[in-house]
């Protein structure tokens, strides 16, 4: 019996460009238009990008990095490296070039994919520190390019005399449990590490996640978050090359909110800050409604809460709810949802940190159900997602299908599966301390309730441990926060102190509707402050004594990537705030 052949994400693009062709694989806004690139072309791209690699004499085992914002090209690279049996890098765009060389030497990247010329001047900077580093490569532009700087099309180019043999040989060589990508951390706890992911590890997890979304060629979705976060590249590249479906890449993302609408997109995934945003520009808007427009929105809402709490945990909801809901439609939702970009959304979901149940509640009363899923690179995205008629909000789901999560004695999550990662890149000690016995030890803590739904409690490094020698997650305390519209980020401190304090910075907008016009810094502002105190006394009314936050300061300013306070998927980066506002966290101590 012949051997059967590999199915790898690769190998599943050939696969669509021979059974879609001229369907679109991608679309991107060009002079204004929108201009669809077929399964056809995308996949001839991929092979001609391939065997250019070949011929700059990329080896398999090697590595290349990729640094741009989402476009076609970025996708093409990526999969041509792992054709060839390299293993692509993507950075961040936010990355400093410091940063960068951190990431591109640690690799050992041999050739570098950069998006334009204002990029590249980070990497000129560390070009001369990072000696494995025989090509650079700009995407497809009008930039002028440096000497020694390849353009996409040159590029493409230099393999057009590399035969398909080689690169067939080379595609036929690729192994299940080989390397086929390294996603760097984005290092909320210190230097990021090279997460190891094999081709069956992002075809398997890629195959689930098609299969439990239900996702097909009927679908699409916007790009716009980080290439180099696997979720993204879960939900741009391996998903729907499996799937079948449509990508809009969006121009930038000053215009995702455009975009969105002009896309109406069916698929959409943001990181909480992204909802956040959401529902705090729409609840402003909804809170300025009068006499009948109140009278309406309050019965939309009531009507699509009622109809979603059926619809989330399976049940059908009944004649009157569904005789409700569908005046609700007429009146406010049919209006509200394209005007956001989701008229066309059947699956909103939202990842790579905890989402306030309260955020999760508001967009279901807008008949915008949102689906949480958690997971970590490490596990190549997904560990437990919630899914339509099969969600518990304030969980983070149930297990994927084949993936084994427990508890362990201390609330650890554990996790293992095909989607669990082959270890940390030239990091031995690293993946000893996460992998045991194919275990993922998360680092989170957690709980799993009597329906298997996973419960999310806290970040196991994260725990502050009271002088009193009480432990306390602050997550859920700092969740909780941030649910008020005015309050934009919440970090509980007091590790090794007698009490919890907070620092809390300003959603601005709404922090100015609070101040009603009223001069000097929104952070001094009384009105202000009475709002936040009352937020926190009606937190503490719900935790236990020693859980209480004693006192608070409203920061001058909010957290930033570029101040290292943020990482570029908007999680804080807790030690790098606490050393920027070490005298006020002192001052809450005097």
């Keep these: 019996m012949p051997p059967m052949p590999a199915d790898t994400v690769v190998h599943r693009l050939l696969e669509q460009a021979r059974t879609r062709g001229d369907s679109p694989a991608h679309v991107v806004k060009r002079d204004g238009t929108w201009e669809a690139i077929?399964?056809?072309?995308?996949?001839?791209?991929?092979?001609?990008?391939?065997?250019?690699?070949?011929?700059?004499?990329?080896?398999a085992g090697d590595t290349v990095a990729i640094l741009g914002f989402n476009r076609p090209e970025w996708v093409i690279f990526d999969l041509a490296a792992m054709a060839v049996g390299a293993a692509p890098v993507g950075i961040y765009t936010t990355s400093s070039a410091e940063e960068i060389h951190h990431v591109a030497a640690h690799a050992a990247a041999r050739v570098f994919l950069v998006e334009n010329a204002k990029l590249y001047e980070r990497v000129a900077k560390i070009r001369k520190d990072l000696p494995e580093l025989a090509h650079t490569i700009f995407m497809r532009g009008d930039d002028p390019r440096p000497r020694r700087v390849l353009g996409w099309d040159e590029f493409l180019a230099s393999g057009d005399d590399t035969g398909d043999d080689e690169f067939e040989r080379r595609l036929d060589a690729l192994e299940p449990d080989g390397l086929a990508t390294l996603i760097y951390t984005s290092g909320t706890t210190g230097p990021p590490k090279g997460v190891m992911l094999s081709h069956d590890n992002l075809a398997w997890t890629a195959g689930c996640v098609a299969d439990i979304l239900a996702t097909d060629g009927e679908d699409c979705s916007l790009s716009y978050l980080p290439l180099s976060h696997i979720a993204e590249?879960?939900?741009?590249?391996?998903?729907?090359?499996?799937?079948?479906?449509?990508?809009?890449?969006?121009?930038?993302?000053?215009?995702v909110a455009d975009n969105l609408k002009e896309v109406q997109p069916t698929v959409i995934f943001g990181v909480p800050r992204i909802w956040e945003k959401f529902h705090a520009g729409i609840s402003a808007r909804l809170a300025g409604a009068t006499g009948l427009k109140k009278a309406i929105v309050a019965f939309s809402r009531h009507a699509a809460t009622d109809v979603n709490k059926a619809k989330l945990c399976g049940r059908r909801p009944g004649l009157w709810t569904r005789f409700r809901y569908r005046i609700a439609n007429r009146l406010l939702l049919s209006k509200i949802k394209p005007a956001l970009g989701l008229g066309r959304a059947r699956l909103c979901v939202s990842g790579a940190a905890p989402v306030a149940v309260e955020v999760l509640e508001f967009f279901a009363s807008?008949?915008?159900?949102?689906?949480?899923?958690?997971?970590?690179?490490?596990?190549?995205?997904p560990t437990s997602i919630n899914l339509p008629g099969e969600t518990r909000l304030g969980s983070?789901?149930?297990?994927?299908?084949?993936?084994?999560?427990?508890?362990?004695d201390d609330d650890e999550i554990l996790v293992k599966g095909r989607n669990v990662f082959m270890g940390?890149?030239?990091?031995?000690?690293?993946t000893q301390?996460?992998?045991?016995?194919?275990?993922?030890?998360?680092?989170?803590?957690?709980?799993?309730?009597?329906?298997?739904?996973?419960?999310?409690?806290?970040?196991?490094?994260?725990?502050?441990?009271?002088?009193?020698g009480?432990?306390?997650a602050p997550k859920n305390l700092e969740l909780a926060l941030?649910?008020?519209?005015?309050?934009?980020?919440?970090?509980?401190?007091?590790?090794?102190r007698k009490y919890l304090t907070a620092l809390i910075t300003l959603d601005e907008d709404a922090a100015a509707t609070v101040a009603n016009g009223a001069g000097g810094p929104l952070a001094d502002n009384p009105l202000i402050r009475d709002h936040i105190q009352r937020a926190v006394d009606a937190l503490n009314g719900t935790v236990a004594q020693v859980e209480t936050i004693k006192k608070f300061t409203v920061l001058s300013r909010n957290f930033t990537i570029d101040d290292g306070e943020l990482t570029p998927s908007l999680k804080v980066k807790r030690k790098v705030v606490a050393k920027h506002f070490a005298d006020e966290i002192e001052a809450m101590y005097e």
């Design 366 to 381: 807008l008949d915008l159900p949102i689906y949480e899923v958690y997971g970590q690179s490490e596990d190549t995205g």
């Design 433 to 468: 301390e996460t992998l045991t016995d194919g275990w993922l030890h998360s680092g989170d803590l957690g709980r799993i309730d009597d329906d298997g739904y996973l419960h999310i409690t806290g970040r196991k490094k994260e725990i502050i441990i009271t002088a009193g």
């Design 396 to 408: 983070v789901g149930k297990a994927l299908p084949g993936v084994e999560v427990k508890i362990a």
């Design 424 to 430: 940390y890149y030239r990091d031995d000690a690293a």
């Design 470 to 472: 009480k432990n306390v």
């Design 233 to 255: 590249q879960m939900l741009t590249i391996h998903g729907p090359i499996t799937a079948g479906m449509t990508i809009y890449f969006a121009e930038s993302l000053e215009a």
């Design 482 to 496: 941030k649910s008020d519209p005015l309050v934009n980020e919440a970090v509980v401190i007091g590790d090794r």
């Design 38 to 59: 077929s399964w056809r072309d995308f996949a001839d791209e991929v092979v001609r990008a391939a065997k250019a690699l070949i011929a700059m004499g990329l080896e």
